[in-house]
């Protein structure tokens, strides 16, 4: 979060966005379910991915001898995420 690397992975938090985006509630009354179970779906598919949801920790995975550049780290998120939208959990 704001370029500390010590939090949240951005790719995990833009993720879940995507849930509640796709199936949050509209009104007070909606069932919360909805987007609590794909996001703490997609959240534990994530950590069995990745190891960890720290930005840090997944920034400094090996990747050709190099730190894991984050867009290689958004496209294989975005590819778990689609895997739990898919029901593939």
Not at 24 to 53: H, I, L, N, V
């Amino acid at each position: 979060m704001g370029s500390t690397k010590a939090e949240l992975c951005g790719a995990l938090s833009g993720g879940v966005m995507t849930i509640g985006l796709l199936n949050g509630r509209t009104d007070s009354g909606d069932d919360k379910q909805r987007s609590y179970d794909p996001a703490a779906a997609y959240r534990e598919r994530f950590k069995e991915t990745f190891g960890t949801t720290i930005c840090q920790e997944l920034r400094d995975t090996a990747y050709g001898g190099d730190k894991t550049p984050c867009a290689v780290l958004v496209e294989r998120a975005v590819l778990v995420l689609l895997d739990v939208l898919d029901g593939s959990d």
